[in-house]
């Protein structure tokens, strides 16, 4: 089957009336694309996938099975947060399976971010097919694949986990409702669709998750790092008015030690870099123009609560040169 591609003449989304028209004509081609059948759906909860799920329980109803992996990537307070707003207030067929161990025996040694994300991505498509093996009747596997995943893939500006297909032995066809959307018309479809604000203006989040925030060799002591700046960084941005004004902002945590001092005393410890960019369309991004002192609230709650840690960076690189994420 050939896959769907956006059309040229596409107009942007950007109304509740232009979204309506989008989520009536998928509605329709997933119908008829699925019939009775049941659909895997991957929930991160993250805006992609989230949207999703609302497309096609409008769509097919308790067809769907929506499966959340913690692969042991995720920020912190991420699975409880999923498992509460889709298995207790959205009232979804949610399968909660953790595969930290899994994931992260895997990934011991690997450093080359493109092998990274091949194998978390190749990873979840076996944790999907062993919860499929124990359903009745699923034959497709809807991913929140969007349109910038497709244009970096074929680019070759790196590799995305949902953008490569299934492996020829999975008898899976995808079903990828948001595929020719950019993340702007994502949101614009979430609201349509009735999804909390909360949820729409999620900042994006990685298929690999914290995986590609943490360059170099995973391990589990700087995953943890890596957990905890990012959920300080989250904390001060939402308490200072930042939230909703900055697109995305993240930290890294990378494979390298810088000396430092720490209670009078040597300390060879990481960095933690943080990232915060504006963009539309995930395709440019500019940084975030920060104010000084929330900066360095931010670097000394970081570097006394976070351990392994001695230093904190900000990254002023737009996108381009850089990427948005660091692998």
Same mark, same amino acid.
């Given at each position: 089957?050939?896959?769907?591609?956006?059309?040229?003449?596409?107009?942007?989304?950007?109304?509740?009336?232009?979204?309506?028209?989008?989520?009536?004509?998928?509605?329709?081609?997933?119908?008829?694309?699925?019939?009775?059948?049941?659909?895997?759906?991957?929930?991160?909860?993250?805006?992609? @996938?989230?949207?999703?799920?609302?497309?096609?329980?409008?769509?097919?109803?308790?067809?769907?099975?929506?499966?959340?992996?913690?692969?042991?990537?995720?920020?912190?307070?991420?699975?409880?947060?999923?498992?509460?707003?889709?298995?207790?207030?959205?009232?979804?067929?949610?399968?909660?399976?953790?595969?930290?161990?899994?994931?992260?025996?895997?990934?011991?040694?690997?450093?080359?971010?493109?092998?990274?994300?091949?194998?978390?991505?190749?990873?979840?498509?076996?944790?999907?097919?062993?919860?499929?093996?124990?359903?009745?009747?699923?034959?497709?596997?809807?991913?929140?694949?969007?349109?910038?995943?497709?244009?970096?893939?074929? +680019?070759?500006?790196?590799?995305?986990?949902?953008?490569?297909?299934?492996?020829?032995?999975?008898?899976?066809?995808?079903?990828?409702?948001?595929?020719?959307?950019?993340?702007?018309?994502?949101?614009?479809?979430?609201?349509?669709?009735?999804?909390?604000?909360?949820?729409?203006?999620?900042?994006?989040?990685?298929?690999?998750?914290?995986?590609?925030?943490?360059?170099?060799?995973?391990?589990?002591?700087?995953?943890?790092?890596? +957990?905890?700046?990012?959920?300080?960084?989250?904390?001060?941005?939402?308490?200072?008015?930042?939230?909703?004004?900055?697109?995305?902002?993240?930290?890294?945590?990378?494979?390298?030690?810088?000396?430092?001092?720490?209670?009078?005393? +040597? @300390?060879?410890?990481?960095?933690?870099?943080?990232?915060?960019?504006?963009?539309?369309?995930?395709?440019?991004?500019?940084?975030?123009?920060?104010?000084?002192?929330?900066?360095?609230?931010?670097?000394?709650?970081?570097?006394?609560?976070?351990?392994?840690?001695?230093?904190?960076?900000?990254?002023?690189?737009?996108?381009?040169?850089?990427?948005?994420?660091?692998?």
């Amino acid at each position: 089957m050939e896959l769907e591609r956006r059309p040229e003449e596409m107009q942007r989304i950007t109304t509740p009336e232009l979204a309506q028209a989008f989520i009536e004509e998928r509605i329709a081609m997933v119908k008829e694309q699925v019939g009775d059948k049941k659909v895997l759906l991957a929930l991160s909860g993250g805006v992609d @996938s989230s949207v999703v799920a609302a497309l096609l329980i409008k769509a097919i109803g308790q067809q769907l099975v929506c499966v959340h992996v913690n692969h042991g990537l995720l920020r912190k307070g991420e699975a409880e947060q999923v498992i509460k707003v889709f298995g207790e207030e959205m009232n979804a067929n949610l399968v909660y399976v953790d595969a930290t161990d899994r994931f992260l025996d895997k990934l011991v040694d690997v450093t080359d971010p493109e092998e990274k994300r091949h194998i978390i991505g190749n990873e979840f498509i076996e944790v999907f097919a062993d919860e499929a093996r124990k359903q009745e009747g699923i034959e497709f596997l809807a991913q929140g694949t969007i349109w910038p995943d497709i244009l970096e893939s074929e +680019r070759g500006i790196k590799a995305h986990h949902n953008a490569g297909g299934l492996p020829e032995d999975l008898q899976f066809e995808l079903v990828e409702p948001v595929r020719i959307l950019f993340k702007d018309e994502v949101r614009e479809v979430g609201r349509a669709l009735g999804l909390p604000e909360g949820m729409v203006d999620r900042q994006p989040f990685p298929g690999p998750g914290l995986g590609v925030r943490c360059p170099g060799a995973i391990t589990r002591d700087r995953l943890e790092a890596v +957990r905890e700046s990012d959920a300080i960084l989250r904390e001060e941005f939402e308490k200072n008015g930042l939230k909703g004004k900055v697109w995305q902002y993240f930290t890294d945590v990378p494979d390298f030690k810088s000396t430092g001092i720490k209670d009078g005393k +040597r @300390s060879f410890e990481w960095p933690v870099i943080i990232r915060a960019v504006n963009t539309k369309d995930a395709m440019t991004a500019t940084v975030e123009n920060v104010p000084f002192e929330l900066m360095e609230h931010i670097t000394d709650r970081i570097i006394h609560e976070v351990k392994g840690v001695n230093r904190v960076l900000y990254d002023f690189t737009p996108k381009p040169t850089a990427t948005i994420e660091y692998e």
